[in-house]
């Protein structure tokens, strides 16, 4: 029901969007959130919305570099990064809540895209 994309390959400094379309249900009225997990490690959050926009969050990790967003007429939220670095790669996750309200924690989401994958090179 998430179908994340956008992730690929890029130099250190460069940006990426990345994008999350649902489909099978409306998330209007939903949380939505970006994950990501590097190789080893375990899921992290770094960005969520809450269900009307109004409020958005960033872990300190990406605070200033990347920012979430949404378009609920095309049902999709999307994770501008830039300035990326080598530590940003990871498989990205977006996920989606059953309410409005917004958590970092992986276990508060009741749904989740595949990922995609982004690679900063050095």
């Known amino acids: 029901q998430l179908q994340a994309s956008g992730g690929g390959l890029v130099q250190a400094g460069g940006s990426l969007r990345l994008s999350c379309a649902a489909s099978?249900?409306?998330?209007?009225?939903?949380?939505k959130a970006w994950f990501r997990q590097a190789p080893g490690k375990e899921r992290e959050f770094v960005s969520a919305?809450?269900?009307?926009?109004?409020?958005?969050y960033y872990s300190d990790s990406v605070r200033g570099r990347f920012t979430i967003s949404r378009d609920n007429a095309k049902n999709t939220v999307y994770l501008q990064m830039d300035s990326l670095k080598p530590e940003d790669t990871a498989v990205y996750y977006c996920?989606?809540?059953?309410?409005?309200?917004?958590?970092?924690?992986?276990?508060?989401?009741?749904?989740w895209g595949q990922g995609t994958l982004v690679t900063v090179s050095s």
């Open positions: 996920a989606a809540r059953l309410t409005g309200y917004v958590y970092s924690a992986v276990n508060k989401y009741n749904y």
């Open positions: 099978g249900r409306t998330f209007e009225s939903s949380a």
């Open positions: 919305i809450t269900g009307s926009g109004s409020s958005t």
